[in-house]
């Protein structure tokens, strides 16, 4: 009797974990992607200033410094709007040496102070330039265009995305003789990229100051905003009926 029971006892451990093995095998999927572009005008650009002294009195370049850069900023503070900024990003001295027959041999202090500039209407960008170089500013970065409301519009693709993975695995599914059942899985994926580097240049603007008029102009109407491309990508898994 003990070894009946033995054996029954065996064969129901046995028997479950292949029942569970062949669930597993009989289980069918099917994976479709889809994917959503487009491009769009950009509604905001970050543009940094840089003011920039040296000389052998520290107090008095700091101090020049100190003044160039809060006249620029107050004068482009006056040109922006309300929902327009500017703040300070960076303040920096560094000392400067010269090396002669292994001898370091202080030469002068460069004093920086940065700040950055945010604007929502881009007909802005050349004149806020051309106020901050009259005011003193000896360096600009190049300007980074954005979007400020780049969410939404990945919200709008990845649903229409969303859709089309869907409406392509249906299709599938019923080429086959099937049909879908509840998602396995979803992954949604969203990048904003700027197509095209604005063209602007450093070296240009670094001059303007002691270049004519002319040259300004030039300089400041090479600024091309571009545009910048949003890509929406949705892969879905489905279990299949």
């Keep these: 009797m003990l070894k009946k029971l033995l054996v029954c006892s065996l064969s129901l451990t046995l ?9 597993s095998v009989l289980e069918s999927t099917i994976s479709s992607e889809a994917n959503q572009n487009r491009e769009v005008a950009p509604d905001t ?14 107090s008095d370049i700091k101090e020049k410094n100190d003044k160039l850069a809060n006249d620029a900023i107050t004068k482009i503070k006056a040109k922006l709007a309300q929902n327009e900024q500017i ?10 040496y010269s090396y002669k027959d292994k001898t370091r041999i202080f030469q002068k202090y460069e ?12 007909d802005k960008i050349s004149s806020i330039i ?6 003193g500013v000896k360096r600009v970065d190049s300007p980074v265009f954005s979007i400020e409301n780049s969410e939404s519009i990945c919200n709008e693709l990845l649903a229409k995305a969303a859709k089309s993975a ?16 509840k998602p396995k899985s979803i ?11 604005p063209r602007y240049y450093n070296t240009m ?37």
Excluded at 111 to 122: A, I, K, R, S, W
Excluded at 187 to 197: A, E, I, L
Excluded at 219 to 226: F, M, N, Q
Aim: glycine share 6%.
């Design 15 to 23: 028997l479950f974990p292949m029942a569970t093995l062949a669930d």
């Design 45 to 58: 650009v970050k543009i940094k200033f840089y003011v920039e002294n040296s000389g052998m009195n520290l």
């Design 87 to 96: 703040k300070t990003i960076a303040f920096s001295v560094r000392d400067v």
């Design 111 to 122: 004093v920086t102070n940065g700040f950055e500039v945010t604007l929502h209407d881009l």
């Design 130 to 135: 051309k106020l901050a170089m009259d005011s």
């Design 166 to 181: 869907k409406n392509r695995a249906y299709t599938i599914a019923q080429a086959i003789g099937s049909d879908l059942s």
């Design 187 to 197: 992954n949604p994926y969203c990048s904003v990229n700027s197509n095209q580097t």
């Design 205 to 241: 603007m670094a001059k303007i100051s002691s270049d004519g008029a002319g040259a300004e102009s030039a300089a400041l109407d090479v600024i091309e905003a571009g545009t910048i491309n949003i890509r929406a990508s949705v892969n879905m898994t489905y279990y299949l009926k």
